[in-house]
C-alpha cells in the first residue's frame, strides 16, 4: 500500500501530532512513535514491524498477550487517525487495503483468569475506604469507581460532553473503553453534580488545571490511601472487581455486568467472578448505598488544593 505519512519535516509533524492526542492510549501510542522514529518508518509500514517487534524478547523477557494486544490497539488508532486525515480518507479502495493490514496483526487469545476473592473488598473494607479517604476529590473519584466497575483510564477520561442527563434521576455517562469500544453507564444525577461542584471542569468531569488527572498518580494516591486505612495497597483494578463480583453475587444479569464493564463476552464476565466476592447474604447492601453514607471529615490537604495531579 503507498504511505499516507510524509517524508523530512511533514513526517514529523504527523508523529508530534499523533503523539500529542490524549486519549487512553497515549503512553502505548509515545513507544509506537519512538519506534517508528528510531527505524526510520513511514507509518504503515512501520505498524508492520511493529507489530512484529511486540513479539520478539526484549532484555530477557517477552510482553504478556494482554500487553501485546493493548500496544497494537494503540498503534492501530492512530495509524487510523493518520488515514482519516490523509489526503486517501475518501478512497474506499484504500481503507479496506489499510484494514487488511491492520487485522493481519493478530490479537493474542488471553485466557479468563478467575478473579481471587483476596482481590475484592467486602463491604465494610469499601465503607472505610470511601468513609476515611482523605481529601475530597481523591474520594469522589474512588466513590466513582465502587459506583460505576470502570476502569482508572476510563474515569479520567469522561468528559462532560459524555455525559447525558435526561429524565428522572440517572445520567448516560459514554465511555471510551479498550480498543475505541465505547459503551454507556448510569450513574445517579445527585452524585455527577456532587463532582462537577467540586472539579469546576471545563471539558473533562475530572478536572484540574483545565487538564484530565494523571493515571499513575491517581493510582497511587488510592493505594497510599488504602494502605493507610486498610493495611494493604487496593489498586483501581480491586475497586472495579469489588464492583463486578457484587453484581454477580446480587444475583444481577450477567449479560448486563458484561456490558457495563465492556467485556466482549458475558460468559467472559461469569467465568472471573463465579467464585468473588461476599457470600450472598453480605450482598444485600448495594454498593451505591455503601458510598451514599457520610464520609469522614477530610483531614490533611484542603479539598480545593489536593497534592496529586
Given at each position: 500500500m503507498?504511505?499516507?505519512?510524509?517524508?523530512?519535516?511533514?513526517h514529523?509533524?504527523?508523529l508530534?501530532?499523533?503523539e500529542?492526542?490524549?486519549?487512553?492510549?497515549?503512553?502505548?501510542v509515545?513507544q509506537?512513535v519512538?519506534f517508528?522514529?528510531?527505524?526510520?518508518?513511514?507509518?504503515?509500514?512501520?505498524?508492520?514491524?511493529?507489530?512484529k517487534w511486540?513479539?520478539?524478547e526484549?532484555?530477557g523477557?517477552r510482553y504478556?498477550p494482554a500487553?501485546i494486544?493493548?500496544?497494537l490497539?494503540?498503534?492501530r488508532?492512530?495509524?487510523?487517525?493518520?488515514?482519516?486525515?490523509?489526503?486517501f480518507?475518501d478512497?474506499?479502495?484504500?481503507?479496506?487495503?489499510l484494514?487488511?493490514?491492520?487485522?493481519?496483526a493478530?490479537?493474542?487469545k488471553?485466557?479468563?483468569?478467575?478473579?481471587?476473592?483476596?482481590?475484592?473488598?467486602?463491604?465494610?473494607?469499601?465503607?472505610k475506604?470511601?468513609?476515611?479517604?482523605?481529601?475530597?476529590a481523591?474520594?469522589?473519584m474512588i466513590t466513582?469507581l465502587?459506583r460505576?466497575?470502570v476502569?482508572?483510564?476510563?474515569m479520567?477520561h469522561v468528559?462532560?460532553d459524555?455525559?447525558t442527563?435526561?429524565?428522572?434521576?440517572?445520567?448516560?455517562?459514554?465511555?471510551?473503553?479498550k480498543?475505541?469500544?465505547?459503551r454507556?453507564?448510569?450513574?445517579k444525577k445527585?452524585?455527577?453534580?456532587?463532582?462537577?461542584?467540586?472539579?469546576?471542569?471545563?471539558?473533562?468531569?475530572f478536572?484540574?488545571?483545565?487538564?484530565?488527572?494523571?493515571?499513575v498518580?491517581?493510582?497511587?494516591?488510592?493505594?497510599?490511601?488504602?494502605?493507610?486505612?486498610l493495611?494493604?495497597e487496593?489498586?483501581?483494578?480491586q475497586?472495579?472487581?469489588?464492583?463486578?463480583?457484587?453484581?454477580?453475587k446480587?444475583g444481577?444479569?450477567?449479560?448486563?455486568?458484561?456490558?457495563?464493564?465492556?467485556?466482549?463476552?458475558?460468559?467472559?464476565?461469569?467465568q472471573?467472578?463465579?467464585?468473588?466476592?461476599?457470600?450472598?447474604e453480605?450482598a444485600?447492601?448495594d454498593?451505591?448505598?455503601?458510598?451514599?453514607?457520610?464520609?469522614?471529615?477530610?483531614?490533611?490537604?484542603?479539598?480545593k488544593?489536593?497534592?496529586?495531579?
Amino acid at each position: 500500500m503507498k504511505e499516507m505519512g510524509m517524508q523530512g519535516n511533514g513526517h514529523d509533524a504527523l508523529l508530534k501530532e499523533l503523539e500529542g492526542i490524549r486519549d487512553v492510549y497515549r503512553l502505548d501510542v509515545k513507544q509506537f512513535v519512538a519506534f517508528l522514529r528510531e527505524k526510520k518508518l513511514l507509518i504503515v509500514e512501520g505498524f508492520r514491524q511493529y507489530a512484529k517487534w511486540l513479539e520478539q524478547e526484549h532484555e530477557g523477557k517477552r510482553y504478556s498477550p494482554a500487553t501485546i494486544n493493548r500496544k497494537l490497539a494503540a498503534a492501530r488508532s492512530r495509524v487510523r487517525y493518520a488515514f482519516k486525515h490523509s489526503a486517501f480518507a475518501d478512497s474506499l479502495q484504500r481503507k479496506y487495503h489499510l484494514e487488511d493490514i491492520l487485522k493481519s496483526a493478530k490479537l493474542k487469545k488471553i485466557d479468563a483468569v478467575v478473579v481471587s476473592p483476596a482481590t475484592v473488598l467486602d463491604l465494610e473494607e469499601a465503607r472505610k475506604l470511601v468513609w476515611h479517604t482523605k481529601g475530597k476529590a481523591i474520594r469522589l473519584m474512588i466513590t466513582f469507581l465502587v459506583r460505576t466497575g470502570v476502569r482508572v483510564s476510563e474515569m479520567l477520561h469522561v468528559k462532560l460532553d459524555d455525559v447525558t442527563a435526561g429524565q428522572g434521576p440517572v445520567a448516560r455517562v459514554r465511555i471510551r473503553g479498550k480498543a475505541g469500544k465505547e459503551r454507556t453507564i448510569n450513574v445517579k444525577k445527585d452524585f455527577l453534580k456532587q463532582i462537577t461542584e467540586h472539579f469546576h471542569g471545563r471539558t473533562f468531569l475530572f478536572e484540574h488545571d483545565g487538564r484530565s488527572y494523571s493515571r499513575v498518580s491517581v493510582t497511587n494516591r488510592i493505594k497510599l490511601e488504602s494502605l493507610r486505612i486498610l493495611g494493604r495497597e487496593v489498586s483501581p483494578r480491586q475497586l472495579r472487581h469489588t464492583w463486578a463480583a457484587m453484581q454477580i453475587k446480587k444475583g444481577r444479569s450477567v449479560n448486563a455486568v458484561a456490558a457495563a464493564l465492556g467485556h466482549s463476552s458475558p460468559g467472559l464476565t461469569a467465568q472471573m467472578y463465579s467464585s468473588s466476592g461476599p457470600q450472598p447474604e453480605e450482598a444485600v447492601l448495594d454498593l451505591e448505598e455503601v458510598t451514599r453514607m457520610e464520609p469522614a471529615r477530610d483531614e490533611g490537604s484542603p479539598d480545593k488544593k489536593e497534592n496529586f495531579r
